[in-house]
């Protein structure tokens, strides 16, 4: 892909950002104005489920033997998360983005065949305390990054907006979770940052205390991440991947009234490990060397003013 002065910046969002996302755009336009290409990757968890209640779709989440929480897809769960990304989310990032005067383009994982994923009908869940076997599940692994769909707009000044669901080997849709979307569509464009915007302002010593914010987040090279709750194992998960990725260490970081993206902190560029192959999923790379690399997670208050 041709060489821009800025490089790459993808942004995830999520939560509170995608629901009202003007500080966000805002910030979008300021990066490409500086000459950075940008993608915005979305979930729409709140979506999903506001739009699970006005429907009265009964939604599940399930935790893996791993102790990682995630929405149970079944049926019903991927027609409606189809629904809510593609007809409630990305249409309101979409056109918030164009009235900051970006040239947005919105893409779910199954336009252009964007996004493949490896169908996982079968999952094993933890319930009761006993692991149980689920079938009909609609969830999948990502396999594959179109990058050459990606850099066709991004030369073409455009702003990818993408998000899941993602085109599985039997043809139809399945979920993919849109952090580690982000990690991979980041390694696979070769991106200079992955910044993940949530809810809350970092990742938590204690889930229930904004306050306690880690300014660093060890994660380790394999297993459970440090904190597996809903939400923010499969976030970690997916910066580890981004880092196994040749993407430098990436931030969870708050929405800001103000440069959510510019002031997010970053750590060093990453310096070992070998690009992936472009167009695929990085496959992660850990040795012993690696083992202790962090994820940078600084709250609003642990950013100089
Ligand atoms: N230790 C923790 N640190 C930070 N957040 C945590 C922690 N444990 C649980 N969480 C929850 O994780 C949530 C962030 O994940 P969540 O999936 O809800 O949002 P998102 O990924 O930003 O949005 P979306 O899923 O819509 O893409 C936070 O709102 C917080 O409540
Ligand atoms: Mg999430």
Redesign the pocket.
């Known amino acids: 892909m041709s060489a821009v002065p800025g490089g790459v910046t993808v942004v ?4 509170v ?2 629901l009202d996302p003007a500080a966000l755009c805002a910030d979008v336009a300021a990066l490409r104005g500086a000459g950075h290409q940008v993608v915005v990757v ?5 979506d999903i489920d506001r739009l699970a209640e006005r429907l009265g779709v009964v939604t599940r989440h399930l935790t893996a033997p791993d102790g990682v929480t995630a929405r149970f897809t079944d049926q019903a769960a991927i027609e409606l998360l189809t629904m809510a990304l593609a007809g409630v989310t990305k249409p309101r990032l979409v056109t918030a983005l164009q009235s900051a005067g970006v040239p947005a383009i919105g893409l779910t994982g199954l336009d252009g065949g964007l996004l493949r994923a490896r169908r996982k009908a079968v999952q094993r869940a933890v319930l009761d305390g006993r692991t149980v076997v689920v079938r009909d599940n609609h969830g999948g692994r990502l396999t594959g990054v179109d990058h050459r769909l990606l850099c066709a707009l991004l030369a073409d000044s455009y702003v990818p907006v993408v998000s899941p669901p993602a085109l599985a080997e039997h043809g139809l849709p399945v979920n993919v979770d ?2 580690r979307v982000a990690a991979a569509v980041a390694a696979a464009l070769h991106a200079s940052t992955v910044v ?5 302002p ?6 229930a205390d904004r306050g306690s914010v880690l300014p660093v987040c060890p994660v380790a090279p394999a297993g459970p991440p440090p ?1 597996t ?4 194992g ?2 970690l998960v997916a910066a580890r991947e981004a880092l196994a990725g040749g993407v430098r260490p990436p931030a969870v970081t708050a929405r800001r009234r103000a440069d959510p993206v510019r002031r997010a902190p970053r750590g060093p560029a990453a310096a070992e490990g070998p690009h992936p192959t472009a167009g695929r999923c990085a496959a992660p790379r850990w040795n012993a060397v690696t083992l202790c690399r962090v994820v940078t997670a600084t709250g609003e208050r642990a950013l100089p003013a």
């Not at 993940?196 to 809350?200: M, R």
Request: proline share 3%.
């Open positions: 995830k969002c999520g939560g950002v995608a979305h979930g729409g968890s709140a849109a952090d993940f915007l949530t809810s809350v970092g990742v938590l010593a204690d889930p904190y709750g809903r939400g923010i499969l976030k």
